[in-house]
């Protein structure tokens, strides 16, 4: 009944980094008025000609180093930052039912506690994802275990 097999940590890292990171990074390089800049902009993110086309480049990088499992640790500390900074533009305000500074309330139908828990969801499971590679590292089938030797 022993449930820890650490190689297979590497389904968690592609579900961050090659499912989301990697290809959201992609995204907000190659339509910034849709995911990128314009979106920043809309949500009320400050800079979003500049905050747009970085953080679609730390999630790309980011994302590539996590699916390799590749400095993986300090891989997460950067998407961590960018999940929490979305949760707080773009799921409180739903939550409490207002803008937020400077963070507007999308159109959305609902609001309250249970709307911004169905629209956080996926965030919530990428923060929680990037949290655990965090603490457990890359696992067995990495470069972080080839190049140093452990993946811990």
Not at 18 to 27: A, K, S
Not at 40 to 46: D, W
Not at 69 to 98: C, D, Q
Not at 129 to 152: E, K, P, Q, T
Request: aromatic share 10%; proline share 5%.
């Amino acid at each position: 009944m022993a449930t820890d097999n650490e190689r297979w940590r590497i389904l968690v890292r592609l579900i961050v980094g090659l499912v989301v990171f990697f290809p959201e990074g992609i995204q907000k390089l190659a339509f910034p008025a849709i995911l990128g800049a314009g979106r920043f902009a809309r949500i009320g993110i400050p800079w979003p000609d500049v905050l747009g086309p970085f953080v679609g480049c730390v999630e790309l990088v980011c994302g590539a180093l996590i699916i390799l499992g590749l400095f993986t640790r300090l891989a997460a500390i950067p998407l961590i930052v960018t999940m929490i900074v979305a949760l707080i533009s773009t799921k409180l305000p739903i939550l409490l039912g207002h803008d937020v500074g400077p963070f507007q309330l999308s159109d959305i139908k609902r609001l309250g506690f249970w709307s911004a828990q169905h629209e956080a969801r996926a965030d919530l499971c990428m923060l929680l994802g990037c949290i655990y590679l965090l603490i457990v590292g890359a696992g067995g089938w990495s470069l972080d275990r080839g190049w140093f030797g452990s993946a811990r």
